[in-house]
C-alpha cells in the first residue's frame, strides 16, 4: 500500500538522528546537536531527495512514488525531478548530463537526501539514515546551502555551453561548485571576489512566496530552487530581474551588504488576464449605464 501520512524510511532517518545524537552526547558532544534533517527542518526547509529514474525492487514502487516523486509533500519532501510536463526543458537536459556526475549534482543543487541501491551507497560509504529491501536513503553532505551569495560567475551564451561546463564529458574538469553559470552576456566579477559562497537565511519558504535574507558581498543571490516563467523578484522593496542561473536556479543580482530578497510566483498572463477583467467589467458597466438612461422617459 502506498504510505499514508510518513514515509517509514524518513522515521527511521529521524531515527538514526536521533540515536547518533545520543551516542555524540555520551562521548562528549554536544546535547542535541541536530543532524542534517532536524537541522533543515529547524529552518522550516524540507529536504530534498534524489531517487533513479528507475528503482529495481517492485515492492518499493508505490512507496517510492508517493515518498519521492507522486505526493511528496506527504512525506515532507520537495521532489528534485518532477513528471508535469510543464516544467522547462532544460530540466531534461541537465539530468541527462549530469547520468557520470555523481555527487558533484547533488552538491550543486542543494540535493540533501538520495535514495540508492546498496550496491552503491555501500562501497561509496555514503551515510545511511533509513533502508528498505534493497534500497537505502542517504544523506548526501551537499555542500551548497538552499540560498546563498555567489561572488563569482561566468558568462555563458547559451544553455548548451552552460551545461557543458557544469556537467562536462569524464575527463574534463567542470565549473568550480563556487562559480554560478549566467546566460547572455554582461560584467565580470571584480578581481578581488572571494571563492566561498555566502550563506543567507531562508525566512518564509511557501510555494509561490520565498524570503531570505543576505548579508554579503555583491554578486548573485541564487535559490536553489526551479526557475520558471512567472516568478518575480524585490531587492529590499525594489523590483530586480531574476536569472535562471546553473540552468534551472533562480538567481538575483544583488550590491554588497544587507538585503532582503523575496521571490513571488503568479502565473504567466494572469496579470493581463486581470487587466482584461477589469476592462470588460468597466465596458459591461458602461453599457448598463448607457441602456439605463434610454429607458428613462
Known amino acids: 500500500a502506498a504510505l499514508a501520512a510518513r514515509p517509514s524510511m524518513l522515521v527511521a532517518a529521524e531515527r538514526a538522528e536521533r540515536a547518533e545524537a545520543a551516542e555524540g552526547a555520551e562521548a562528549g558532544a554536544a546535547p542535541g546537536a541536530p543532524g542534517e534533517l532536524a537541522a533543515l527542518r529547524a529552518a522550516g526547509l524540507p529536504p530534498r531527495l534524489y531517487r533513479p529514474e528507475h528503482v529495481p525492487a517492485p515492492e518499493l514502487i508505490d512507496q517510492v512514488q508517493?515518498?519521492?516523486?507522486?505526493?511528496?509533500?506527504?512525506?515532507?519532501?520537495?521532489?528534485?525531478?518532477?513528471?508535469?510536463?510543464?516544467?522547462?526543458?532544460?530540466?531534461?537536459?541537465?539530468?541527462?548530463?549530469?547520468?557520470?556526475?555523481?555527487?558533484?549534482?547533488?552538491?550543486?543543487?542543494?540535493?540533501?537526501?538520495?535514495?540508492?541501491?546498496?550496491?552503491?551507497?555501500?562501497?561509496?560509504?555514503?551515510?545511511?539514515?533509513?533502508?528498505?529491501?534493497?534500497?537505502?536513503?542517504?544523506?548526501?553532505?551537499?555542500?551548497?546551502?538552499?540560498?546563498?551569495?555567489?561572488?563569482?560567475?561566468?558568462?555563458?551564451?547559451?544553455?548548451?555551453?552552460?551545461?557543458?561546463?557544469?556537467?562536462?564529458?569524464?575527463?574534463?574538469?567542470?565549473?568550480?561548485?563556487?562559480?554560478?553559470?549566467?546566460?547572455?552576456?554582461?560584467?565580470?566579477?571584480?578581481?578581488?571576489?572571494?571563492?566561498?559562497?555566502?550563506?543567507?537565511?531562508?525566512?518564509?519558504?511557501?510555494?509561490?512566496?520565498?524570503?531570505?535574507?543576505?548579508?554579503?558581498?555583491?554578486?548573485?543571490?541564487?535559490?536553489?530552487?526551479?526557475?520558471?516563467p512567472g516568478w518575480t523578484a524585490t531587492i529590499d522593496g525594489v523590483a530586480a530581474a531574476v536569472e535562471r542561473v546553473d540552468g534551472v536556479l533562480r538567481g538575483v543580482a544583488t550590491p554588497a551588504g544587507a538585503h532582503r530578497v523575496v521571490f513571488a510566483y503568479a502565473p504567466p498572463g494572469a496579470r493581463v488576464g486581470r487587466y482584461a477583467t477589469t476592462a470588460g467589467l468597466a465596458a459591461l458597466l458602461a453599457l448598463l449605464l448607457v441602456s439605463r438612461r434610454r429607458r428613462v422617459p
Not at 515532507?76 to 539530468?95: K, T, Y
Not at 561566468?154 to 544553455?159: E, G, N, Q, S, T
Not at 537565511?201 to 510555494?207: G, I, L, T, Y
Open 66 to 228: 508517493t515518498f519521492a516523486r507522486a505526493t511528496p509533500s506527504r512525506a515532507g519532501v520537495a521532489a528534485v525531478r518532477w513528471p508535469a510536463p510543464g516544467r522547462h526543458v532544460e530540466v531534461d537536459a541537465l539530468w541527462a548530463a549530469s547520468a557520470t556526475a555523481g555527487a558533484r549534482m547533488l552538491d550543486r543543487y542543494a540535493i540533501e537526501l538520495a535514495l540508492l541501491p546498496k550496491s552503491i551507497a555501500t562501497p561509496a560509504a555514503l551515510r545511511v539514515v533509513g533502508e528498505r529491501s534493497t534500497e537505502v536513503l542517504v544523506a548526501t553532505g551537499a555542500r551548497r546551502p538552499r540560498a546563498f551569495v555567489a561572488p563569482r560567475w561566468r558568462w555563458f551564451p547559451d544553455d548548451a555551453a552552460a551545461r557543458a561546463a557544469v556537467f562536462p564529458p569524464p575527463g574534463a574538469e567542470p565549473l568550480a561548485n563556487g562559480v554560478v553559470a549566467r546566460l547572455g552576456d554582461g560584467p565580470a566579477p571584480p578581481d578581488d571576489a572571494g571563492a566561498g559562497l555566502v550563506p543567507c537565511a531562508v525566512d518564509v519558504e511557501r510555494p509561490e512566496r520565498v524570503v531570505v535574507t543576505c548579508d554579503g558581498p555583491a554578486g548573485v543571490v541564487v535559490l536553489a530552487e526551479g526557475w520558471a
